[in-house]
């Protein structure tokens, strides 16, 4: 299993940037995808989710009319396009992949940097 989170970087307040979670090694549509956040000393925030086919949303109410979260199931990527961006969004960003069977499967990328600068 692999997600390969990329996309990060530094912006200025008002811009936008897209993050990518490219994934092979699970059956990718049966899998909710979700992007979370985490800064320093802070607990991993959950962002934004979206369903196996892509037609159930979640986020934040933090990221409510900026983020938009989307998926490609031919492509086994999740996106999270990220607009209007604000100095608080600042942190690293993961993608999760998760599935509720008999039990949790979880698996994570290893997060990118997004950095919104005032």
């Known amino acids: 299993v692999q997600l390969v989170d990329s996309g990060g970087g530094l912006v200025q307040a008002g811009g936008s940037l897209r993050l990518s979670c490219a994934t092979s090694g699970f059956t990718f549509s049966n899998y909710v995808m979700n992007w979370y956040r985490q800064t320093p000393g802070k607990e991993r925030e959950l962002v934004a989710t979206?369903?196996?086919?892509?037609?159930?949303?979640y986020y934040a109410d933090s990221v409510k009319g900026r983020f938009t979260i989307s998926r490609d199931n031919a492509k086994n990527t999740v996106y999270l396009q990220m607009n209007s961006l604000k100095p608080e969004d600042t942190a690293v960003y993961y993608c999760?992949?998760?599935?509720?069977?008999?039990?949790?499967?979880?698996?994570w990328g290893q997060g990118t940097q997004v950095t919104v600068s005032s």
């Open positions: 979206i369903s196996g086919d892509g037609g159930t949303t």
């Open positions: 999760n992949a998760r599935r509720r069977v008999a039990m949790v499967l979880d698996y």
